[in-house]
């Protein structure tokens, strides 16, 4: 194969192509969009209200794009591994191969994060405001995007690290179990555990979509409760009781739960993008050096 790179780079993009018709790879939309039904109608109507039911609701989202991602590609290399193998060694360059598959699953995840976002918006009322000029749905499709693209690349390096589907099946669940764990959703993620949620999709997308809906300034659910709480009790103590009051004596005597990860930034907003992008990059240099390696495979 005494073609350029670049060459090499079409010619692939056109047999992924091939292959994704010839074996109804459609069908991975219709994966994709009742994923994006179960998660969306399940969710809280308090989501984009109370910051709670927001961060659960986006800990779903995050963790089914994620899913989605990782299930592009998880095969995707190590099936055709001998077949890569002849290849390599009648002139195929592994930069151009894995580019290959970047583009073509970019693509892939582009439809996808377009139909997840659709069915999403039919059941969830996302907020009107947004920190990028245009529409107010722009963020979230961004997020979603770069959330399945970088899950679809971290999937893609596993596949071309092991030899076979069988292997890469058994690594997917530890995958996404060290995705939910630390995407810092579900418990505060303290020294040296925050350093390895630097290394997870899910992070980077929870923090992007909480940023996106302003998470800091929706209203606290435990301070809501304990309003109606101390309400009832200065009632039955006889005090006269008016709404401002009782939120001047929360404001004094309550911290709000104010996280500085999601601070309301669009510099915030897009650092969080720019981690994933590089996520993406790291994992696909991983697999072409991987690659770079396949000779020695005595398989």
Not at 102 to 119: H, K, M, R, S, Y
Not at 146 to 163: C, E, P
Request: charged letters at 15%.
């Amino acid at each position: 194969m005494n073609a350029s790179r670049l060459k090499q780079v079409r010619i692939y993009i056109g047999k992924h192509f091939r292959v994704f018709m010839n074996e109804k790879g459609w069908f991975i939309f219709v994966f994709a969009a009742i994923i994006a039904f179960a998660v969306s109608y399940v969710q809280n109507p308090q989501m984009f209200v109370f910051n709670l039911a927001t961060r659960s609701g986006f800990l779903t989202l995050c963790f089914a794009c994620t899913y989605i991602g990782i299930f592009n590609s998880i095969q995707t290399i190590c099936k055709e591994r001998d077949i890569i193998k002849r290849e390599h060694r009648a002139g195929l360059h592994m930069s151009a191969y894995v580019i290959s598959h970047v583009i073509w699953q970019g693509i892939v995840c582009l439809i996808e994060a377009v139909i997840f976002l659709g069915i999403s918006a039919i059941f969830l009322h996302y907020p009107p405001y947004s920190l990028l000029p245009g529409p107010s749905l722009l963020c979230y499709f961004i997020t979603y995007f770069l959330i399945i693209f970088a899950a679809d690349m971290l999937a893609l390096m596993v596949s071309a690290v092991v030899k076979t589907p069988n292997a890469a099946m058994t690594v997917m669940p530890f995958l996404l179990i060290l995705e939910i764990i630390f995407s810092g959703a579900l418990f505060p993620l303290n020294p040296p555990t925050d350093k390895i949620a630097g290394l997870t999709v899910c992070n980077y997308g929870m923090k992007a979509a909480c940023i996106s809906a302003d998470y800091n300034h929706l209203k606290d659910t435990e301070k809501e409760k304990f309003s109606v709480i101390l309400e009832d009790e200065l009632k039955e103590e006889g005090w006269p009781v008016e709404k401002k009051d009782i939120d001047t004596i929360l404001d004094e005597h309550y911290e709000a739960a104010i996280n500085p990860a999601y601070e309301y930034t669009t510099a915030n907003l897009v650092r969080q993008w720019l981690f994933m992008v590089l996520h993406s990059a790291v994992c696909a240099g991983i697999a072409i050096v991987s690659l770079e390696f396949i000779d020695r495979d005595r398989r």
